[in-house]
């Protein structure tokens, strides 16, 4: 085999997840400081670390490092099982956080106390079995086969993946189960099934390793299930599950995003109406979130709303609804197109009318509907067409009873 392509496997195998889950751990990072107590938080936290240091110690510069500061050879290899079997412990915790941890506390601290006191003993019994083992020889890549009949590395060798295998097997369960209940958002949703074919891709790198074990154990050779198939499936898993972290969050972000732009956007042809009659506009600043924004525009309409209250024509707005229902409008957008009618209205007459004129008609109306609809009512002025053809039907009232 080519040593370029060798080392380019290599590092598409260990870096390029590493590189995504610490993407992952960077982007839930400010909500594990902010809400350090929220268990759930620093259940994922803890998972997406660990998740971090299995790759990073399982690449291959890594290990022979690790060998060679240590002078014992093959430390590495109870490093990286302990790191696996804690990473199956937290996957178990953060599933059982997640699904229990508001609605059944007890539970939940039950299930992490059986949790933590089985994997730190699986942890201790890989330290104690590879201190009774002899192996000497250096092994990089193929430790697992090499090893595989070896007395006390054999025991721990199986224990690691079986303790892997459960973990990933009851999570794997446990996200399918929870996908399949009613009431998800849909990005959650969306997290909960990468999340779900990750740990089923895990399962997929613990069954090759114990094939090719067990092949070695009846005198076969499926080292490559081992050395060529399990490294990209774990690494395959590795970034569907930090797409399961990362989607919910990212997702429900961007849309939150995208729906307060909407608003903004949707409001403008009334905002710009509103400024001709008050004159001013929300004032501007630099630093302010969009939704701050949207939130000032709302409030700037409903204010200017209220003070062209006085102005607002009731019998010009049940004409106009008449009028945009003989149009063929539905009768939403015929309400929106009536207020829209009224609106221009009432500025028109404003600026006819001094604001500190006490002369000027005061009219009773009730304004709730109007400020109950200003985004249909913007939308609505988008398309002056509509109301200028409402405004001309309803402007001859008079004759289209007459015809009657």
């Keep these: 085999m080519d040593p370029s392509h060798f080392l380019a496997g290599i590092y598409i195998s260990f870096w390029i997840p590493i590189a995504v889950l610490t993407a992952a751990l960077a ?75 508001i609605t059944d506390r007890a539970a939940t601290r039950r299930a992490t106390r059986w949790v933590v006191a089985v994997y730190a003993g699986v942890i201790v019994a890989l330290w104690a079995l590879f201190a009774l083992a002899d192996t000497p020889d250096e092994r990089i890549r193929d430790l697992d086969t090499y090893y595989a009949r070896t007395p006390f590395m054999r025991e721990e060798i199986v224990l690691y993946l079986l303790a892997h295998t459960a973990a990933c097997l009851i999570t794997s369960k446990l996200i399918w189960n929870w996908i ?144 945009a229902v003989g149009l063929g409008f539905e009768t939403g957008r015929a309400r929106a197109l009536a207020h829209a009618v009224t609106l221009q209205d009432a500025v028109e007459t404003g600026r006819r009318t001094r604001r500190d004129d006490a002369t000027a008609p005061l009219v009773d109306t009730d304004t709730e509907n109007l400020l109950a609809e200003i985004e249909s009512v913007s939308r609505a002025l988008r398309r002056p067409e509509d109301i200028r053809a409402v405004r001309a039907v309803a402007a001859v009232p008079a004759e289209r009873v007459t015809v009657r």
């Design 180 to 323: 399949r209940t009613d009431g998800l958002d849909v990005w959650l949703r969306g997290g909960l099934k990468f999340l779900g074919v990750g740990y089923t891709m895990n399962l997929v790198y613990d069954g090759a390793k114990l094939s090719a074990v067990g092949a070695r154990w009846s005198g076969h050779d499926l080292d490559r299930l081992s050395t060529d198939l399990a490294p990209p499936v774990a690494s395959l898993s590795a970034v569907l599950i930090a797409v399961g972290f990362i989607l919910p969050h990212v997702g429900q972000y961007v849309q939150r995003r995208a729906r307060t732009r909407l608003g903004l956007w949707r409001l403008r042809p009334l905002y710009r109406l509103m400024r001709t009659a008050v004159g001013s506009r929300v004032p501007f600043k630099l630093r302010v979130t969009p939704e701050l924004r949207l939130m000032r525009r709302e409030t700037y309409i409903r204010d200017a709303l209220l003070h062209l209250a006085r102005f607002l024509d009731e019998d010009l707005r049940r004409t106009a609804y008449e009028a």
């Design 27 to 101: 982007i839930k990072l400010p909500s594990i400081v902010k809400l350090w107590r929220d268990p759930l938080l620093r259940a994922v936290g803890g998972l997406l670390v660990l998740a971090c240091a299995v790759f990073v110690s399982a690449a291959p510069p890594t290990i022979t490092w690790t060998n060679r500061v240590t002078g014992v050879p093959n430390i590495s290899a109870p490093l990286l099982y302990s790191l696996v079997t804690a990473f199956g412990g937290a996957c178990l915790l953060m599933i059982t956080t997640w699904r229990n941890g």
